[in-house]
């Protein structure tokens, strides 16, 4: 059973770009979490989406971020007009259960983008 | 809103050394907690869990207790092995107090030496 999977690994932007970060969940799961690691920093929370449904995205900045998790395909996290302060680690996690049922996530290897 | 924290980094410490990283929290619901390790260019992969008060997990020799009382997590080992060398991360999961994703501490980097 592949685990979670983050493509690219490695990703260089310059300022004003847009960067797309995709994640394939494992097999059978239908949640998926998205974490950024800001260096020196553990990982925060950004949003929680099941298939086609956005749950929680409390953690994402109000402007230029988005995410989605459509019926087909990976979940995408999207950032418009990157800027230098966006140079982290984006991690993925997915799990079977979600919201008040706990259930382990497995994360990704993780996204790293440079913006320059 | 929630919080973890855990002792800075990083851990120095010869093979075979006991190993204690610390781990306390501020929830609003009854957390669950976790310790996470992230070897070099891998992702988190989980290490240990406690549900509830007093539970123990353990794992690989590691082991935390679940303390509400001290509201702690600590993360203990008593002989150390150089593949042990990696980051380790304290969270907690808190759906009732009304956060779905986990909650991290910033980490602690041990490196262990021969």
């Known amino acids: 059973n592949a685990g979670v999977m983050q493509n690219p690994r490695h990703l260089v932007r310059r300022r004003g770009q847009e960067a797309r970060l995709r994640c394939s969940p494992m097999?059978?799961?239908?949640?998926v979490y998205w974490y950024r690691q800001l260096p020196e920093e553990g990982l925060k929370f950004m949003v929680y989406?099941?298939?086609?449904?956005?749950?929680?995205e409390s953690g994402m900045p109000k402007e230029r971020f988005s995410a989605e998790f459509p019926k087909e395909g990976p979940s995408i996290l999207r950032i418009q007009q990157v800027v230098r302060g966006d140079s982290a680690a984006y991690f993925c996690?997915?799990?079977?259960?979600?919201?008040?049922?706990?259930?382990?996530?497995?994360f990704g290897p993780g996204t790293r983008l440079t913006v320059t | 809103g929630d919080s973890v924290t855990q002792m800075e980094g990083p851990v120095t410490l010869s093979e075979e050394a006991f190993l204690t990283i610390n781990c306390t929290y501020t929830?609003?619901?009854?957390?669950?907690l976790f310790w996470y390790v992230q070897y070099p260019g891998e992702g988190l992969q989980l290490l240990l869990k406690?549900?509830?008060?007093?539970d123990k997990g353990s794992n690989k020799g590691f082991e935390a207790t679940y303390r509400k009382e001290t509201t702690s997590f600590h993360l203990e080992k008593g002989s150390v092995q150089v593949s042990d060398s990696a980051v380790y991360f304290c969270?907690?999961?808190?759906?009732?107090?009304?956060?779905?994703?986990?909650?991290f501490g910033k980490g602690t980097h041990l490196i262990i030496q021969p």
């Open positions: 996690a997915s799990s079977t259960k979600g919201g008040t049922s706990w259930a382990e996530q497995y």
């Open positions: 097999k059978g799961h239908s949640h």
């Open positions: 989406l099941q298939k086609e449904n956005i749950i929680d």
């Open positions: 929830a609003t619901g009854y957390p669950s």
């Open positions: 406690a549900t509830k008060a007093d």
């Open positions: 969270a907690l999961s808190d759906p009732g107090g009304g956060a779905d994703g986990l909650t």
